[in-house]
């Protein structure tokens, strides 16, 4: 089965310096791999995904992740944090049971911005 | 275009009381899947349906039940509720395999 770890509950930046939060899978084979963001009281919203086109993924405001298979990992990075980017990070993955795909969250990386 | 729709946004019951919670999803999408966020936890999935049927079943109750209409929209309903099923319920929709989409979400404080 497919699983997602993400290695930091909490991420603390400056503003205008870089953001690194961290994800690791586990998969047999090549997964589908995807961030989203939750802001305070509000949705869950896509940031990007991966799905073995490019080991490079760019995504909205500025993020990217890059699908590093070596490592078994999945980072998100950002070279400029924003205190708009103060929110949730949700690494997650695509689990298949009897051929149908399900999201399966990793527990959250939560991230926070100072002036 | 339109996104996920749920309704209400707000929803406060009292215990034991029941609860309709519901949910459109992006035209053509094929998938509905229903995730429950308790406070400060990560969404856990519920239930999906493809098609109108039932997909997968994650860590749903047996106090709730969903089904998918003629039209594609869920209903997930929410029956002898307990303080610990307040929480934030999200609905998604997708089309098969690809990236799901999520509402806004409908929180249900059971008092």
């Known amino acids: 089965a497919q699983s997602v770890t993400q290695l930091d509950s909490h991420v603390s930046v400056s503003e205008g310096t870089p953001v690194l939060l961290r994800c690791n899978y586990s998969s047999s084979y090549s997964p589908s791999l995807f961030w989203y963001v939750q802001h305070p009281n509000k949705g869950l919203q896509l940031l990007l995904k991966y799905t073995s086109a490019a080991t490079l993924v760019k995504g909205i405001n500025g993020f990217e992740a890059e699908f590093k298979k070596s490592e078994t990992s999945f980072h998100l990075t950002k070279p400029s944090a924003h205190m708009s980017d103060a929110a949730e990070y949700f690494c997650d993955t695509l689990s298949l049971n009897s051929g149908y795909s399900t999201l399966t969250f990793g527990k959250g990386t939560m991230l926070l911005v100072s002036p | 275009a339109a996104g996920v729709i749920q309704s209400p946004r707000h929803l406060i019951k009292e215990k034991r009381e029941t609860a309709t919670l519901k949910c459109y999803p992006i035209s053509r999408h094929d998938t509905v899947y229903w995730y429950q966020q308790g406070p400060g936890q990560d969404p856990q999935f519920l239930i999906s349906?493809?098609?109108?049927?039932?997909?997968d079943k994650g860590s749903i109750p047996d106090r709730f039940s969903a089904q998918q209409f003629s039209d594609y929209h869920s209903e997930l309903n929410m029956s002898s509720l307990e303080l610990g099923d307040s929480a934030l319920y999200f609905c998604a929709s997708s089309l098969t395999n690809s990236p799901l989409h999520f509402g806004n979400g409908t929180r249900l404080t059971v008092t």
């Open positions: 349906f493809y098609e109108k049927m039932q997909s």
